[in-house]
C-alpha cells in the first residue's frame, strides 16, 4: 500500500512540472491501447536494437560519466520496457548528477516499485549526496529506506547448483573418433541459445559444441519474459565480485573438463561473445595449458589493474603458450573497437600469437565471421 501511494504523489509532482504523461507511462493505457490499428503496423519495428546492446552502452556511458547521455538511453530502454526497475534506477543516479533533485527522487521511487532492492548502492550512490540537502528529495530517500523495512536485507552464501548446458555434436557423430571441443560462453544478458542461429546454418563435422548457461540471472531488479543470465553477480559489491568470480572460472573450467573426459577430444578451444569473450580470456590465459585457443568476439581483455582477483598481469605473462583470435566490429556501439586493439597489443608483447580480425558491423557474431574463426581452429 505505501508503494502504490508512493506512485500517486510521484504522478502529481510531474504534473506541476509539465512533464508529459506519455514520458512516464503514467497515461492511460486503455486509451493508448484502443487506438492502435491492427493493419497500420511496420513489422521492421519489432526487430529493432536488441535492448540487451543499448543496455550495455547506456552503462558504459553512464560510467563515463556523460549523464546527459545515459538519460536518453536509459528513457529509450524504459518505453520499451517500462517494468525494468534497474534502468529508473540509473535515471535516478543521472538527474542526480545532473543536479535534477525532482526528477532523481522521482525515479527513484519508479525504481523501488519495479523491484529495485539493492538499498546498499542506494546508501552510498554519490549522486544522491549531492543533492541530500534537497527537502524533497531528501524526503523521498527517507520514504525509499523505509521499504527496506518491508523486503528485508539480502545476503549473500556459497551454494553448490546444477547448471544447464547445451550440446551440438557432429554430422555423422561417432563415439571412436576424435573431435575439436568448443565451449561457447554468450554475453551479459543472454542465454545458452548464444550459437543455435550459426549451428543451423553450420556444415559441422569436427566439432563438438558446448553451451553453459551463465549462473546469475542478469536482471534481478526487474522483469523479462526472456531468459537472461550473466557471468558476474550483479550486485554493485567488489567484495562480493572478489567472493564470486574465481567461482566462474572455475565452473567454466568443469564444463570444459566434464565433456573432455566424456568425448574423445583432441582439440579445445573456448568461444567467447561481449561479456563472454571477457571470460574466455580470463578462463584460457589462467588455464593454458587445457586449452589449445581462445576466439574473442566483441569483448575486452580483463583490466588487471581494477580485477585482479580475476586475471593478473603476472597470469598473462606467464600463460603465454595460447593462440588467440580476436574479431570485433568497427561499429560496435557495446563495447569499443579500441578494446580488441588494446588486447591485441597487450598479448602480442607478452608474446601470445594473436590475429585480431574486424568487419563492418556492430556487436554480434556474423555467421560468416563464426565461419572463419572454426576455419583459424581447424587451420593451426
Sequence with gaps: MQLKLFVIFISLLFIVQHITAQ????????MKILSINPYDIVIDEFAELDLVEVE???YLIFLQKDYYKAAKYYLYLTRHNS???KHYFRLAQCYAHLGNPLYAANFLVFAVNFGFDDFKQIDEDEGFKKISNDKLFSKTLSQVKSVKKMVGEKVYIEAKKIMESRVFL???FDQAKGYKLVVCLHGRGGNNKFVTQQMQNLENKEFIFVVPEAPYVYNPDGSSMKKEYSWGIEVMDVELWKRSDPYVTD?????????????????SYLIGFSQGAGMAYCTGIKNSSKFDGIICFGGALINTEKYPWLLSEE????NNNLDVYIVHGKNDLAVDYKYAQKAKKKLKKYGYNVELHTFEGG????LNEFKRALQWATNR
Design 23 to 30: 514520458q512516464l507511462h503514467l497515461e492511460n493505457p486503455e
Design 56 to 58: 550495455n552502452k547506456a
Design 170 to 172: 557432429p554430422e555423422s
Design 315 to 318: 597470469q598473462i605473462k606467464e
Design 83 to 85: 517494468e525494468n526497475g
Design 251 to 267: 565452473y567454466i573450467l568443469d564444463v570444459h573438463n566434464h565433456f573432455k573426459e566424456k568425448y574423445n577430444i583432441t582439440e
Design 363 to 366: 556487436h554480434n557474431v556474423p
